[in-house]
């Protein structure tokens, strides 16, 4: 199953596309998808929206054999993306993936078994705002021991790195689960040894059927990743599963699989993949 286990980035400031060159890559998507796209004013949204689409079918894709044509990826109503398609490779039991953009990069993670969310963030400064009084407006999301965590990292800069982990891994799980942008972030604490070993608890409890990493892009930039279990989906989500419950040997092969580290891709790479 360690194929169905992918990992990749795009740095979109390295893309500059003529209008003809955007139009172009445009059209290797189903049209249905034009509008989600076109509907942002600036390029740089545009852009990203393009790409996410574009990583979306690439890597599924490359993944399953599945022609660029028949594949069918719809939204859940919180807008979770999915994979509609009686075509999916045996030897992949629940392959579903997650996309996520901020700042220069737009990524995706796949598993093929259990539930995957990921969230990338810029350490973006805040503008015309003390970053201080910036983070202290998200301060009810957090345990007292996150908060105490964040607040006692040093610098302002360090403290808003530190709050952007944090605020990252909590977007990677609510979206593994197929939540809401930011429902329920309060109820969901995370525990770490210096950002490794980290371990998520909801409600108070810790979840061990569940695994999390933070890693660095570069150029100011970070992700979190979530696995667990697809049983902890919303209800929306889990319909769209081929199945939510495995045994306890079946369920562990796949949660313990290598986290692979994020591979560059650029959208030519993706572009040429669409065509191939």
Known sequence: MERGVQRWAVDISQWNPSPREF??????????????ILRFFKMEDR????????LQYALV?????????????KRTLEGKPYLECDKLASEFPNFNFNVSHHGDFVVIASEPLCLVGLDVVSYTTPQNE????????????FSSLEWKNIMDAGSSFSVLVEFYRYWSLKEAYVKAIGSGMATGLEQVEFLHIEWNDIQVKVG?????EWR???????????????????RFATE????????????GNEYHAGLLLPNVSFV?????????MSIE
């Open 23 to 36: 139009s172009s890559a445009l059209t290797l998507l189903p049209r249905h998808e034009h509008s989600s």
């Open 47 to 54: 852009k990203r929206a393009l790409v996410s689409r574009l």
């Open 61 to 73: 894709h490359y993944i399953l054999k599945i022609p660029f044509d028949e594949i069918i990826i």
């Open 130 to 141: 003390d970053t201080i009084e910036f983070v202290e407006n998200f301060s009810s999301y």
């Open 204 to 208: 108070g409890e810790i979840l061990k």
């Open 212 to 230: 999390c990493w933070i890693s660095e892009l570069g150029n100011g930039h970070c992700v979190a990743v979530a696995k667990g279990h697809p």
């Open 236 to 247: 929306s989500y889990r319909v769209t599963l081929r199945r939510s419950e495995f045994d």
């Open 264 to 272: 560059a891709k650029t959208v030519e790479q993706l572009i040429f």
